[in-house]
């Protein structure tokens, strides 16, 4: 009988390197965005050459795992970015009201879920985070301004807070495109005292539901609190249209 059976080939050490990384990004352990250890640093932790490490990395840039960012450092990439942000890019760039009310509607159902799940499954640390973002919020609120990134960062760390790792990558790449086009929208209505004091309660009642366990309550303030999103949103390109 001719054998199938091939020789096995140990593998290189930047190969252990490779697959050890992948992992830590499949299993949520290195988030999107995140940066990871120098050269140096892994090469000590590893007990590895510079050099294996720096083939690793090479490597895994040039599949999509890390990015290399202006200023220095290697960062995770999203793994939906390149599907799904990449052929959106130049559509959402117009500014297209329809397109971003369907971005908006993606985001509702991916976001009302995360907040279920992380009343479920937060860790104390990450309700700590939230806790610490929300008097950030309720700060900037007493001083009549508005940092959307605080904002965004809440609803970021309420996605981490699902332990999902897909679910993270792919919000991840969302807010990627909303950062360019709907926090644009927002702007506008977070110098507003009577919406800030409305957003504010909304992020306090997320992070009650969250604290205590509530899944079904968490989500049904994330979709209040997303609708009136939408809803600003509209109002904005309503007068932007009309001007």
């Given at each position: 009988m001719t054998t199938v059976f091939q020789p096995i080939k140990p593998k290189k050490i930047s190969e252990e390197i490779v697959q050890q990384i992948?992992?830590?990004?499949?299993s949520g352990d290195l988030k999107p965005g995140e940066r990871i250890p120098s050269e140096r640093e892994l090469s000590s932790v590893l007990g590895?050459?510079?050099?294996?490490?720096?083939?690793?990395?090479m490597v895994l840039e040039?599949?999509?795992f890390l990015e290399s960012r202006?200023?220095?450092?290697?960062?995770?990439?999203?793994?939906?970015?390149?599907?799904?942000a990449d052929p959106l890019t130049n559509i959402v760039g117009s500014k297209e009201p329809r397109i971003l009310y369907a971005l908006t509607e993606v985001r509702m159902g991916i976001e009302t879920w995360s907040a279920y799940l992380a009343a479920e499954r937060a860790t104390p640390e990450q309700i700590k985070t939230l806790r610490k973002l929300y008097r950030t919020m309720e700060r900037q609120t007493s001083e009549g301004g508005w940092d959307p990134e605080v904002d965004a960062q809440f609803h970021y760390t309420i996605t981490e807070a699902t332990q999902n790792t897909i679910q993270i990558h792919?919000?991840?790449?969302?807010?990627?495109?909303?950062?360019t086009t709907i926090m644009v929208a927002l702007t506008g209505f977070y110098q507003k005292e009577e919406y800030l004091q409305r957003l504010l309660i909304h992020h306090h009642d997320l992070l009650d539901a969250i604290e205590n366990r509530d899944p079904e309550r968490a989500q049904q303030v994330m979709r209040e609190h997303l609708e009136v999103v939408d809803e600003k949103m509209r109002?904005?390109?309503?007068?932007?249209?009309?001007?």
């Amino acid at each position: 009988m001719t054998t199938v059976f091939q020789p096995i080939k140990p593998k290189k050490i930047s190969e252990e390197i490779v697959q050890q990384i992948k992992q830590l990004i499949v299993s949520g352990d290195l988030k999107p965005g995140e940066r990871i250890p120098s050269e140096r640093e892994l090469s000590s932790v590893l007990g590895v050459s510079r050099p294996s490490v720096r083939e690793a990395i090479m490597v895994l840039e040039a599949t999509g795992f890390l990015e290399s960012r202006q200023g220095g450092g290697t960062y995770v990439r999203s793994l939906t970015e390149a599907a799904i942000a990449d052929p959106l890019t130049n559509i959402v760039g117009s500014k297209e009201p329809r397109i971003l009310y369907a971005l908006t509607e993606v985001r509702m159902g991916i976001e009302t879920w995360s907040a279920y799940l992380a009343a479920e499954r937060a860790t104390p640390e990450q309700i700590k985070t939230l806790r610490k973002l929300y008097r950030t919020m309720e700060r900037q609120t007493s001083e009549g301004g508005w940092d959307p990134e605080v904002d965004a960062q809440f609803h970021y760390t309420i996605t981490e807070a699902t332990q999902n790792t897909i679910q993270i990558h792919l919000l991840d790449t969302i807010h990627t495109l909303f950062q360019t086009t709907i926090m644009v929208a927002l702007t506008g209505f977070y110098q507003k005292e009577e919406y800030l004091q409305r957003l504010l309660i909304h992020h306090h009642d997320l992070l009650d539901a969250i604290e205590n366990r509530d899944p079904e309550r968490a989500q049904q303030v994330m979709r209040e609190h997303l609708e009136v999103v939408d809803e600003k949103m509209r109002e904005y390109f309503k007068s932007v249209s009309d001007d």
